[in-house]
């Protein structure tokens, strides 16, 4: 009993640290916001410039291949504006939705590389492109679009399903999705669920706890724990009573 209690409250741990972390990340947006931007990226492409934002999306693909999503889950900022906003959102996204995002992003990839041809190619590096002595949001100005934004991405996931923005818009999304397929493909060692479906006691909890609007309790069921729109939170493994689900690096 004593251990079950512990297993517990680690879980519980867990959470406490990752709704934390996401709530510092969302509150650095004044700082950290053009780091993350397509917006900027393309910006920056129109003049030649790789912008921070451009080598944090490359970093994120490369992670992918080891991590998958787990930058959805526990750092981004515009997830945990979605998290934060979840009490009003109570249904989940519709899977055929899922595939819009790929569509953005081709279109996204397209328009970057035309500006990037039109430029005559990456000409310079600059991490700090567009923001002010580091700071993203430096204007009244730039604040009203961060506002507009984030209202966007409430919206999206208002009218959507949780995380709507994340499971439907989000081109970063598709970039870590294919990291992961890669990966899948290989085999190598990576984060990663696992579960014994033998010992599911069927309460569903798993699914009510997963940020992502995921059937957690059918891929537990199917023996199917991978899933492009996974983001690895561990909100599923912490959830079940009966420790189910493990999360942890393992290999195909």
């Known amino acids: ?44 492409a129109a003049r030649g410039i790789a912008t921070g934002s451009l080598l944090l999306f490359a970093a ?8 998958s999503r787990l930058w959805c889950g526990w750092l981004c900022p515009m997830g945990a504006w979605q998290e934060i906003c979840s009490p009003v959102v109570k249904r989940s996204v519709d899977d055929r939705r899922d595939r819009v995002k790929y569509g953005v992003t081709v279109l996204w990839l397209g328009l970057l590389a035309y500006l990037f041809i039109g430029a005559g190619g990456i000409r310079a590096v600059d991490p700090f492109y567009a923001t002010e002595n580091g700071v993203s949001i430096a204007s009244l100005e730039t604040l009203v679009i961060a506002g507009v934004i984030f209202l966007a991405i409430f919206a999206a996931a208002y009218f959507m399903g949780r995380r709507g923005f994340c499971r439907v818009i989000c081109p970063t999304a598709v970039l870590m999705i294919v990291g992961r397929k890669i990966r899948n493909a290989v085999g190598w060692p990576a984060l990663q669920l696992a579960a014994d479906a033998g010992r599911c006691i069927d309460c569903e909890k798993c699914s009510k706890a997963c940020p992502m609007g995921l059937d957690v309790h059918g891929m537990v069921r199917e023996g199917r724990m991978e899933s492009t729109e996974c983001i690895l939170c561990a909100s599923c493994v912490d959830a079940c009573p009966e420790g189910v689900i493990v999360y942890g690096a393992g290999g195909r």
């Not at 994120?60 to 991590?67: C, H, N, P």
């Open 1 to 44: 009993m004593a251990q079950e209690t512990l297993s517990q409250k680690s879980r519980l741990s867990r959470q406490t640290i990752r709704k934390a972390i996401l709530i510092v990340s969302f509150l650095l947006i004044p700082v950290t916001l053009f780091y993350i931007s397509p917006i900027v990226i393309l910006m920056g």
């Open 60 to 67: 994120l693909a490369v992670l992918s291949l080891g991590v």
